[in-house]
Nanobody, 121 residues
């Protein structure tokens, strides 16, 4: 199993970034997938998740209405469109494969290496 994130970088407050996660080594279309983030000195926290078909999505309250999670099962890709970015969104963002409850770190069994998102003027 391999998960490789990309698309992070520096954005201004109010700006946008699109994160991508390339999945391989497993049957991607059968798993719920999620995005988490971890800021320096803080615990890793849930950001968003999407079920196997893409029809079911889940968001942490602070990103609702600003972030959109999506997937392309034909390409084995997971995405996170981030709009109206805020300085508090600054963190290392990870994609992960879920085995159960979507909000719990413990329910994810494989993780990518992370991509850094920095929101600053």
């Amino acid at each position: 199993v391999q998960l490789v994130e990309s698309g992070g970088g520096l954005a201004q407050p109010g700006g946008s970034l699109r994160l991508s996660c390339a999945a391989s080594g497993f049957t991607f279309r059968t798993y719920t997938m999620g995005w988490f983030r971890q800021a320096p000195g803080k615990e890793r926290e849930f950001v968003a998740a999407v079920n196997w078909s893409g029809a079911g999505t889940y968001y942490e309250d602070s990103v609702k209405g600003r972030f959109t999670i999506s997937r392309d099962n034909a390409k084995n890709m997971l995405y996170l469109q981030m709009n109206s970015l805020k300085p508090e969104d600054t963190a290392l963002y990870y994609c992960a494969r879920s085995t159960g409850a979507v909000h719990r770190v413990e329910e994810y069994d494989y993780w990518g290496q992370g991509t850094q998102v920095t929101v600053s003027s």
